[in-house]
Structures are given as C-alpha cells and as structure tokens.
C-alpha cells in the first residue's frame, strides 16, 4: 500500500511553507530548535495531507496545545485549524465502572479454563500498545484502530521518503 500522489503533493507543499514560516525568520536558533521545528512542520504537513484520518486532528490537537508549535500549526492551517481541532467521534462505548467490572471478573474466570486464553492476552497487549503508539488511538475500537493504524503506516513512510527527497535535494 502506498501513498498517493495527491497526498504527497499537499505533504510537500505544506511541508515546505512551514520549514518557511519556522526557520527563515530566526537565524540564531539551536540544532535542537530547528530540528523541533522541522518535525512540528513535518507533522503538521503529514496530518493535513492526509485530512479525515483520526490520527491527523489528534496530531494536530497535540501541537496546538505545546507553546511553541501552536504559532506554527496555526498560521499554517489558517481557516482550515478549526476544522482540524473539531472532535471525533468513534463506535467505543463508554460503560460504568460497575458493569466493567463484572466483565471483568467474568472474563478472567472464563480464561483460567480456556485453551487460548494464552493467543487472547498477546492479543490484548498488543492492541493497548499500538493505541499508545497511533495518535488518537485511545479512543478507537479495535477495528478502526487498525484501519488508522495502516493509514497511520503508510503516511509515515510517505513521510521518511519526501524527507529523504528533500535532504538529498539539499546536499547536491
């Protein structure tokens, strides 16, 4: 699976006028400020690209809430930055404390005697680590929490290949 080439266009596109609003204007900043600089104008760069996913507006919710990027995310997205900073909502139910917890019981009593009980816990680990690692994640069911995950993947690369592009651009 790929990234499209619309979705590489509008990458580069804001990628490149927020490496210029970030980096041109202060000459006189550390490694470590244009290195955070970058990243906050790739990131933003990549959620805007990709506009709809849930991992892109969490992405974005996060940079607008740090004092440095917020500058930045905003006057990149302009009019679209309320759009982006709308909630989402997913399928994930949300229950009582009471009533999960008696699943809860259950289910461990219902594992102790079955066979996959085993396949079931990996499973399970699994999911709440790929929900720390996907922006957004913690609020997905585990369908959507794949399919954000794939789209999540497949922007990243995207990602690493036109930085990739740009760096060797740059050293010519």
């Known amino acids: 699976m790929q990234a499209t080439m619309a979705f590489k266009k509008a990458f580069l596109h ?11 204007p202060s000459a006189n900043m ?10 906050a104008s790739s990131n933003v760069a990549m959620a805007y690209a990709r506009n709809g996913a849930n991992w892109s507006r969490a992405i974005i919710a996060n940079l607008s809430r740090e004092g440095k990027s917020k500058s930045l995310v905003r006057s990149l997205l302009g009019k679209d930055f309320e759009r982006f900073n709308k909630p989402c909502y997913t399928s994930k139910k949300l229950t009582s404390k009471k009533i999960l917890k008696r699943s ?11 066979p996959g009980s085993l396949g079931r816990s990996l499973v399970k680990t699994r999911t709440r680590v790929l929900r720390r690692v996907v922006p957004g ?27 990739q592009s740009i760096a060797v651009l740059n050293h010519r």
């Open 137 to 163: 994640g913690d609020s997905l069911d585990e369908l959507s929490l794949l399919g954000e995950t794939v789209d999540y993947i497949v922007s990243l690369k995207a990602q690493v290949n036109l930085m």
């Open 104 to 114: 809860y019981q259950a289910r461990r009593t219902m594992r102790k005697s079955s």
């Open 14 to 24: 804001k990628m490149l006028e927020g490496l210029q609003l970030s980096l041109l």
């Open 30 to 39: 550390s490694l470590v400020e244009r290195k955070e600089a970058v990243m």
